[in-house]
C-alpha cells in the first residue's frame, strides 16, 4: 500500500535538501505597501534564515512593488538584473523573502536558469534539521508534504523529454501521477498519526488541571529557552539560532514564596510563519493553548522588537489565543546599546516586565507578577463539603487564597480565591462550588 512506504516519499524531498547546504545563494524579495520588513536592511530575517540553513548569501536585491507581478513575482526588468547578478557571483540557487506559487517558481527557474526556492521552503528545511523526536519528525513531514504535493511537477523537469498525450502518456507523467498518489496517502496517514498525537497531548495537558501551567511564547532566538533555564535549572538547550529548539519541554518553577507552576517552552514564531507549520505543530502548541498564563517573551536589544511582537500576536491570533492571559517579558536588559529602548517599549506595553535571563536579573519581579496573574484568574467562591473530606482543606490551602472559613457540625464552609483550573477537581471530590458574581486580585499564595 502507498501510505505503508514513508521512505519513498521523503526520497522525493531529500535530494533537494541534503544539496543546500553547500550552495551559494542570491536572496531576493518583493517590498509590498502591507509588508513588514526592516526599513535599513529589508532582507534581514530571510538572511539569517538561510545562514541557519546553511547556505552561503553572496548577494541581494529588492523590488518596491505596488502589487506583485502573477508570472514571475519581481517585474521583467529585475528579473532580468537578478539573472546578471546570479551569473556575475556564479550561485547556485535564489532565495525569495516571500511565498512564490508552483508557476512563479517553474517561470523564474527558467528565466534565471538556477534553482529558486521561497521563504516557506527555507524556514521547513531549518524545521526539518531541528527536529528531534518522533512527534515533531511527524510534524516537519507533514508539513514538507503538503508544500510539496502542489510542486511536484517541478521534481520531474529531468524526464521533459517524454511527451505525454492522450492515450500516449510518457514514463514521467505515469510516474508523477504515482508520486502525487502516494504523497496524498502519507499526508493523511501523517494526520492520522498526528491527530492521536494531539488527544494524547489534551488528555496530558488536561490532566494537570489542579496545577497552575505557564506557556513561554515569543519569537524565535529572544531567549525563550534560556529564560525557562533561568527559572527552572531545566537544562533546555539554549542557542543564539533561529529556531535552537523544536520540541515542547515542561518543567516545574518553584516559586521562592511557596508553590510552584509547571513552566513550559515552546517553538518560536517568526513574522508570516507558514500556516502549514502552524497547523502541523497543533499538538506541540497544545501547551500554550491549555496554559492558564502566557508569558511573550521579547528581545529588547532587537530594534525590531515592535515587529516581533506584532509578528507573535498573528500567531497566537491564529491558535485563538489573542484573549490569553499574557504577560510581556523584556528580556535580554544587559544587551540594549542603550536604556531608550527599554524605554520606549514600557511606555507601548506598560505592565511588561524587565529581565535579563542570562544574568538571571529581575526574574523575582516575573515571579511576582505571574503569582498576581495567577490570582487574577481565581473566582471569589464559598466551598461547601463534608468533614469528612479534609483533604480538600489541605488542597485549598495549597491552591487558594482563603478569605474566611468556618467549621460547623456536618458541614465545612471556606470562602477563598479559587482558580478556575481547581474547579473540576474540587466537585469531582465531593464539594459544592457557589462562586461569588465578582472578580478579585490577591498577591497572597
Known amino acids: 500500500m502507498p501510505d505503508q512506504n514513508p521512505a519513498k516519499v521523503q526520497n522525493l524531498l531529500s535530494s533537494d535538501q541534503s544539496q543546500k547546504r553547500r550552495e551559494r545563494c542570491i536572496l531576493a524579495g518583493a517590498l509590498l505597501p502591507n509588508g513588514v520588513f526592516n526599513p535599513n536592511d529589508p532582507l534581514d530575517e530571510i538572511r539569517g534564515l538561510a545562514e541557519t540553513a546553511g547556505l552561503t548569501v553572496l548577494g541581494s536585491m529588492v523590488q518596491k512593488r505596488p502589487y506583485i507581478d502573477i508570472a514571475t513575482y519581481l517585474g521583467k526588468g529585475k528579473v532580468e538584473e ?8 556564479e550561485a547556485d540557487l535564489v532565495v525569495f523573502d516571500n511565498d512564490l506559487a508552483p508557476s512563479q517558481t517553474r517561470n523564474l527557474e527558467r528565466a534565471l536558469d538556477v534553482k529558486v526556492i521561497d521563504r516557506t521552503e527555507v524556514i521547513l528545511d531549518i524545521f526539518a534539521s531541528r527536529a528531534s523526536t518522533h512527534e515533531s519528525h511527524l510534524q516537519v513531514e507533514l508539513a514538507q508534504l503538503e508544500y510539496a504535493l502542489p510542486r511536484l511537477k517541478r521534481m520531474w523537469t529531468h524526464l521533459s523529454r517524454y511527451k505525454g498525450g492522450i492515450g500516449v502518456r510518457g514514463p514521467g507523467e505515469k510516474q508523477l501521477e504515482e508520486d502525487r498518489r502516494l504523497v496524498v496517502h502519507r499526508i493523511q496517514d501523517l494526520k492520522a498519526k498526528l491527530s492521536k498525537v494531539l488527544a494524547r497531548k489534551e488528555r496530558q495537558v488536561s490532566s494537570r488541571g489542579e496545577i497552575p501551567t505557564v506557556g513561554i511564547v515569543g519569537y524565535t532566538n529572544a531567549g525563550k529557552s534560556t529564560l525557562m533555564n533561568a527559572l527552572t535549572d531545566a537544562g533546555v538547550l539554549a542557542e543564539d539560532k533561529l529556531f535552537a529548539t523544536l520540541d515542547t519541554r515542561t518543567r516545574r518553577w518553584n516559586f521562592r514564596g511557596g508553590g510552584y507552576a509547571l513552566l513550559s517552552d515552546t517553538v518560536g514564531f517568526i513574522r508570516n510563519l507558514p500556516h502549514s507549520l502552524v497547523a ?3 499538538a506541540t502548541l497544545e501547551e500554550a493553548r491549555q496554559a492558564d498564563l502566557l508569558l511573550h517573551v521579547v528581545d529588547a536589544s532587537s530594534t525590531e522588537a515592535e515587529k516581533q511582537i506584532k509578528a507573535v500576536k498573528e500567531v497566537l491570533r491564529d491558535l485563538g489565543l489573542e484573549d490569553h492571559p499574557t504577560i510581556m517579558v523584556l528580556n535580554k536588559a544587559d544587551q540594549v546599546p542603550d536604556r531608550s529602548y527599554i524605554d520606549v517599549l514600557r511606555a ?6 524587565v529581565v535579563s535571563a542570562f544574568k538571571k536579573e529581575g526574574l523575582d519581579r516575573l515571579e511576582l507578577a505571574v503569582r498576581e496573574k495567577l490570582h487574577e484568574l481565581a473566582v471569589e467562591t464559598e466551598v461547601v463539603f463534608e468533614p469528612a473530606l479534609g483533604k480538600l482543606v489541605h488542597y485549598l490551602n495549597q491552591n487558594a487564597s482563603i478569605i474566611d472559613q468556618r467549621f460547623e ?15 473540576t477537581y474540587m466537585t469531582e471530590n465531593g464539594a459544592k462550588l457557589y462562586p461569588v458574581d465578582k472578580y478579585e486580585v490577591s498577591a497572597h499564595s
Open 82 to 89: 537578478l539573472k546578471n547578478l546570479v551569473e556575475a557571483h
Open 280 to 282: 502541523s505543530f497543533k
Open 348 to 353: 507601548h506595553h506598560e505592565e511588561s516586565i
Open 409 to 423: 457540625d456536618e458541614i465545612v464552609r471556606i470562602r477563598c480565591l479559587l482558580p478556575r483550573r481547581c474547579f
